[in-house]
C-alpha cells in the first residue's frame, strides 16, 4: 500500500513541479510580439489568460463592426495603437522585473523608455492550467488593458447618415 500511495504522489506532484512556465519568460514574449515591425498578434494570444483573451478577441470584432457600419470616407471607431501600450509610440527598451510573489499569480513590472522619456508599467499573470498567462496591464501613467476594453466597448458604432 505504501508503494500505491508514493507512485500515486509522484504522479500528482510531478507534473506541478514541472508543467508551470516560468512567468518571467511570459511577459518578454509578450512585449517582443506586441515591438515586432508588424505585431506578431499570432503570438500574442496563447500568451493570454482566457477571459482577457476573449476581451481581445470582442475589441477586434467589434471594430469590424464598427468599420462595416463607417461611411467609404469616414473613419471608424477603433483602436489607433496596440491595445497592449497605453504610449502611441513603442518603446525603445523593455526592462523585465522579477515576479512579485511565488503563488499562483503575480505582479511583473516592466521598465520601459523612448528617448528620455521612462515609465513602468505592470503586468498581472497567473497560472492557467500548466502556463503562466497574462491578466491585465497596469500603466504607469494610469488605466489599465482591461479598463481600455471595457471604456473602447461602451461607445455604441452606428450607421454613417443616420
Known sequence: MFRLAS???????????????????????LYAAVQAPASNET??????????????????????????????DEKPHMLDQSPYLLAP?????????TPGSSG???WIR?????????WTDR???QRQGP???????RWGQGGSL???LQQFSAFRCTPSGG
Request: charged content about 25%.
Open 131 to 137: 502556463d503562466w498567462k497574462v491578466m491585465d496591464i
Open 89 to 97: 509610440d513603442r518603446p525603445e527598451t523593455i526592462t523585465v522585473g
Open 7 to 29: 507512485t500515486l504522489v509522484l504522479l500528482i506532484v510531478a507534473p506541478l513541479a514541472t508543467a508551470a512556465s516560468d512567468p518571467r519568460d511570459v511577459v518578454p514574449r
Open 110 to 118: 516592466v521598465d520601459m523608455a523612448v528617448g528620455d522619456y521612462h
Open 123 to 125: 503586468v498581472l499573470l
Open 104 to 106: 499562483d499569480a503575480t
Open 43 to 72: 503570438a500574442i494570444p496563447s500568451l493570454l489568460g482566457d477571459a482577457l483573451r476573449s476581451a481581445v478577441d470582442a475589441q477586434r470584432a467589434y471594430e469590424r463592426a464598427c468599420a462595416a457600419l463607417a461611411a467609404h
Open 146 to 148: 482591461i479598463g481600455r
